[in-house]
């Protein structure tokens, strides 16, 4: 993409970058084209054609690259040429479905970044797009019961569901032989021994733990409501056991507030759980 740029036009760039708002340019000068047709787009463009069509294509790009997957993806830059030009957005707005990264999936996301410093000078050379510094991104996530199932074997829930597993064993009388399971796991996963299910119903989660052919460990079944702390932890909140042959519901008083961290950069507002849904809104930190 930035090879393709002509040295005339390079010059050109660099001279908006640098001048007044009396830089000149020669009006007439062709523009390479560029596919910026399929969602992005810039907000505020004064004279040069050049953001409107190689920024959103490298954007969009960047952002491909950092995801699995990722369809229907629409966004919008917000700022000045002069701003833009020098790596600095003030705004961006993006939406997607089908959306995969690091291994969590999501259905719908909708976000606004603020504040992103790219090395737009390097990009124009031909380097990768780099982030220069950390931003805030807004927004809302929702998820499906098969999305959270397909995010049971991503690191950032493969961990939380280990050390909730570990706090349970301790927790209960007979756990001995899940404690043994655990303490064999060096790379904090449960994943060779169990299967993992998700259930979400109204305001609870159901985590089913099916055992794998040939494993001892014992078959788990809990119900629990979430709900968030300082920010960065999700609580468990009335969590009960649920018995194999559909029986009684046995409370778990010591797991009542077991918290799952998130991480420092992430600030939840809202954890919504309905029947095949789940909806969380908050901030997170991106961090170069």
Known sequence: MAKDLSVELRDDIEALA?????????????????????????????????ISRLLPAAVRFWLQSQAEQIENLVFEIQGRDREILRGHLPGVTLSAEKAIYQGMHLSQLAV?????????????????????APFPVTGRVCLTTADLNASLNADLLGTGLY?????????????????????????????????????LG????????????????????????LEIEAGR?????DPHWLAATGGDRQALPDLHGFAID????????????????????????VLP
């Not at 340019?25 to 062709?30: C, D, G, I, M, T």
């Not at 109204?202 to 629990?224: F, H, N, R």
């Not at 932890?233 to 909140?237: A, G, I, P, S, V």
């Not at 939840?268 to 930190?285: F, H, I, K, N, S």
């Open 163 to 199: 050390d909730f597993l570990t706090q349970f064993a301790a927790a209960q009388a007979d756990g001995a032989a899940l404690q043994a399971v655990l303490a064999a796991c060096p790379d904090k996963t449960v994943q060779p021994h169990y299967d993992a299910q998700a259930i």
């Open 112 to 132: 606004e970044a603020k504040e992103i410093r790219i090395n737009l000078g390097q990009v124009l050379r031909g380097k990768p797009l780099k982030l220069l």
């Open 18 to 50: 640098r001048g007044g708002e009396n830089a000149v340019v020669e009006p007439n000068r062709a523009i390479p084209s560029t596919d910026s047709t399929d969602g992005g787009q810039a907000s505020n463009p004064q004279g040069s054609r050049w």
């Open 202 to 225: 109204s305001g609870v989660i159901t985590l089913q733990l099916t055992p794998k052919p040939g494993q001892t460990v014992p078959a788990i079944a809990i119900e629990t409501g």
């Open 262 to 285: 998130l991480g420092p950069e992430v600030t939840l507002t809202a954890c919504t759980v309905e029947p095949d849904r789940m909806v969380l809104a908050g901030q997170v930190q």
């Open 233 to 237: 932890y999700l609580r468990l909140r």
